[in-house]
Each structure stands twice: as C-alpha cells, then as structure tokens.
C-alpha cells in the first residue's frame, strides 16, 4: 500500500478533512499514525482509541455518506519538533441542508513519524447553541 507523506501537519490536517468530505476511509486513515496509542473522540460520542477501534468509527461515520463540507475558522497552532496541535473550529454544511450545523470545536494532535506527519488524535466536541448568560459561569475543576 502506497501511503502519501505529509511533509507538514497542515498537508495532513488538509489530506484529513478532504477524506472526511470524499467519505473516503482509506484515504482517512492514510492520515492516522499507525499507533495503538491513537485517539478518536467523535462529537457527543466515547473515546476509541487503537487503530482497529478508531478505524471503525470512522467506517461507520463514513458509511453514511452524509456529503459534509467544512469551513475551518479560529486555527491554533502549536508546533514542536515532533508535535503538532491544532485548536480549530468547524463549521459543517450537510449536503441538502439548508442551515449549516452547530459549529464544532476540534482539537488535532500530529506525530511527526518516518512516514511524515500522521494524526495522533481527534477530539471533536460540539458547542453549545444557547445565548451567552450575563451570570457568572459556575465554578468547574476540569
């Protein structure tokens, strides 16, 4: 099997969200590290982790063929020698819809292997759609 090297994160990161529009599995987890350590956290959804588990995920969110498009806003970037992690926030359009759906925010950790750049992890978590309170926001340890 012939793998694309990504000589960046932002090649991986752009080869990731065009094989999430194409709902192209093999060309998704081109993207991933071969690590079991990997970690996949879809919005609202469990942590799988391992190549099988994360693999699977996306099998099954891919196999709808939903027809996505994403417009990625508020990129944050940190980069290391072998690290680099993304805070981006994803705006979602479902084909055949006529609003685009609640924005999500994401973080994208890539590896820098000897294959390139390969996804670590993808957390993705959905925002909140109600109105910002004039209270003050409770107290949380987290």
């Not at 192209?24 to 959804?45: F, K, N, Q, R, T």
């Not at 072998?82 to 705006?91: A, G, K, L, R």
């Not at 750049?117 to 993705?124: D, E, Q, Y």
Request: glycine residues 6%; contains cysteine; hydrophobic residues 45%.
């Amino acid at each position: 099997m012939i793998t694309e090297i990504f000589a960046t994160p932002q090649d991986a990161e752009q080869a990731f969200y065009k094989a999430f529009e194409r709902a192209d599995l093999a060309a998704m987890m081109s993207v991933w590290a071969e690590e079991e350590d990997i970690v996949c956290v879809h919005p609202g959804g469990a942590r799988h982790t391992g190549v099988v588990e994360v693999r699977e995920s996306w099998r099954q969110i891919l196999a709808q063929g939903q027809g996505l498009r994403f417009h990625l806003v508020g990129n944050r970037v940190f980069t290391g020698r072998m690290i680099s992690i993304h805070s981006v926030y994803e705006h979602v359009t479902v084909a055949g819809e006529s609003r685009p759906a609640n924005p999500v925010l994401a973080t994208n950790i890539y590896l820098l292997t000897d294959r390139g750049w390969r996804m670590l992890m993808h957390h993705a978590s959905p925002l909140a759609t109600a109105a910002p309170s004039k209270e003050p926001p409770p107290s949380v340890l987290h």
